[in-house]
Nanobody
């Protein structure tokens, strides 16, 4: 059974930074793809960034340059470094795991992910 546990969310002022972590447990981690998604109240879920264990990361075009996804395979942990945060970044952030190889062009689509964490709230005030 795969479990994903996010942490690192919180409240920050505009321009600040946060680093989210997602700890994964289960045997599928090392051969799969993981991503970060977010959902603000009243809005659809949005793909933020994703990467596979053997590939380069992919980002939502609007977030390039501010957000960086990375992973520590030894710790089975996925990270999202968020810089220059804006009030519109306020959302619940979720990590997800596909459970198998996935074409890179699909990695920002939530439907390809099999496992999801419970989310961590990020609030950015102006």
């Amino acid at each position: 059974q795969v479990q994903l546990v996010e942490s690192g969310g919180g409240s920050v002022q505009s321009g600040g930074s946060l680093r989210l972590s997602c700890a994964a447990s289960g045997s599928t981690y090392s051969r799969t793809c993981m991503g970060w998604f977010r959902q603000a109240p009243g809005k659809e879920r949005e793909g933020v960034a994703a990467m596979c264990s053997d590939g380069s990361p992919i980002y939502a075009e609007s977030l390039k340059g501010r957000f960086t996804i990375s992973q520590d395979s030894a710790k089975n942990t996925l990270y999202l470094q968020m810089n220059s945060l804006k009030p519109e970044d306020t959302a619940m952030y979720y990590c997800a795991l596909t459970g198998g190889p996935t074409p890179r062009f699909l990695l920002l689509r939530g439907g390809v992910y099999k496992y999801w964490g419970q989310g961590t709230q990020v609030t950015v005030s102006s």
